[in-house]
């Protein structure tokens, strides 16, 4: 198990960027009222079909090729996190379509682990492949947010809240916990 879901959520991503996905959207819902926590990963990459699929969610099985050791825990581990804390994870493929990978927990589950550092998941996703469109929604009960790294950075700077804009950037990503994101950090440097 990762010490982070940010590390989780990258993972699971840079594998649909070895799969040639065009588009990788992670959405991250967070509602303290239904006590849930939701990732969700889609990409239009190779996609697998039922038989690997199968092989690819028992543990230490990789479609990666040229490796001397089959690694392949992604999947496998983000399960185990999934279901540890009371929750469900699920894996559809199709060849050529692509791959949705969705995991669902207990918010307040005394084994979740944190949600980590998402700006620095968000960045390392866009520079494993600058061409791919890596898009980020997270919805929590009162707030929302989008990135697209294919949107214009002119769009992206226009429609941020104004105090995003001044400088006064700051993000609650845990309940009951703050963190503090620097207007300098990695995906503001990627926003701007």
Known sequence: MFEELSLHILDIAMNS?????????????????????????????????????????????????????????????????????????????????????????????????????????ILALCAANPAADVQLHYLADTEHFHFSSKEPAEKKVASRPERIRRGEEKTNYEPGRTQKVESESAAAGCLA
Do not use: W, Y
């Not at 996905?21 to 969700?40: F, G, S």
């Not at 089959?70 to 999947?75: F, R």
């Open 17 to 121: 960027i070895a799969a040639k996905a065009r588009t990788v959207q992670v959405m991250i819902a967070e509602h303290a009222r239904r006590d849930q926590l939701t990732i969700h990963i889609q990409d239009d990459g190779h996609g697998m079909d039922a038989a690997t699929l199968k092989r690819v969610l028992a543990n230490l099985t990789t479609t990666k090729h040229g490796r001397k050791k089959n690694i392949g825990l992604g999947l496998a581990l983000l399960r185990q996190t999934a279901e540890m804390c009371d929750g469900k994870f699920e894996v559809h493929s199709t060849p050529r379509m692509g791959t949705t990978v969705t995991a669902s927990m207990r918010l307040s589950h005394v084994d979740r682990p944190p949600l980590g550092d998402l700006n620095a998941t």
